[in-house]
């Protein structure tokens, strides 16, 4: 029996679990599961993405959420209703916005001057012309003190004051003094900043300043970025010492190893040590996801594997989906591709199959 009841969970479990896309079908709105059949079937004028394990949608002119069986979990009795994060939306009723639980309750907040969706456990708070943060609970993590705070990548955030940027937590304690001119965000304790003319990076809260370099990008997955000198690209370490001398006219960030790069005009990439890996023979190029693969444009978009061989013809556009979840992605997402052919959207597997072999008015990212 207890073997049968811990099978039942798991299987509840997976059900809530599963991501959904939400599409579009003659200009009505439903969702799909990643094997491309219809959870929910088109339906809706007007709707939102899953997040959180539940999808705005407007019924007769007014918002409600639904679950991902398709049923109303929150009737639909808003003006307007943004997305759901960690367990409470912001939405609008007769002119006036407010914070909602998954029960549809109102939860009251302390006094903002504007309502902010939450990142993953805080969400803003702004009072006059200052903000802070609350946690989901409506407990003043900071107090509203900074004219400016950023969208939180992971548990980071940037943020002004008195004109000067630095860095902070979600607990609200700065782990960056705001003394900078400008600031990138922070990976593995360490960030870039420009003070004055100089840009360098700022370890352990000290400022390096790197000669010649008027430009630096943020840190991406792995412990390399890309900077300029002297109007060449190059790539840095957390260290602040160049791993590859400034050489390229433009380049993206390095994953899985391999950077894309641009010299005399086409686009290719490299190793971490500077050599080429893919000769610079495509017109774009982005960079490589956790799949292994990287759109690459020729006349059109493709996929190529970090060899360099061809897996995904270049027969596709891939223009990114907007997703709350994320910046705007490219490319492959667990294991799917969101890409255009004829003026319809669909999806892609790695091997380069059409998900469920159905093309769509429009399609979003999996939730």
Known sequence: MKKIIFFLLLCVQAAFCQELALVKQDSKIGYINKTGQYAIKPQYDKARGFSDGLAAVNDKGKWGFINAKGEWAIPATFDDAEDFNSGLCVVEKDKKRFYINKMGETVTTPATDKYYTFEDGVAFIKQGDKVGLINPKGTVVLEPKYEVIKSFKGNYARFKNNGRWGILDKAGKVVVEATYDEIGDYHKGVTWARNGEAFGLVIAGKFKAIDGVDKIWDFHSQDLTYARKAKKIGFIDLKGDWAIEPKFDKARAFTKGLAPVYVGK???????????????????AEIFSEDGLAPVKDKDWGFIDTTGKVIIPTNYDITAALSFFSDDQKGFVKGLARVKNNKKWGFLDTKGQLLGNQWFENAELFN
């Open 266 to 284: 086409k686009w290719g990439y490299v190793n971490t040590k500077g050599a080429f890996v893919v000769e610079p023979i495509y017109n774009d």
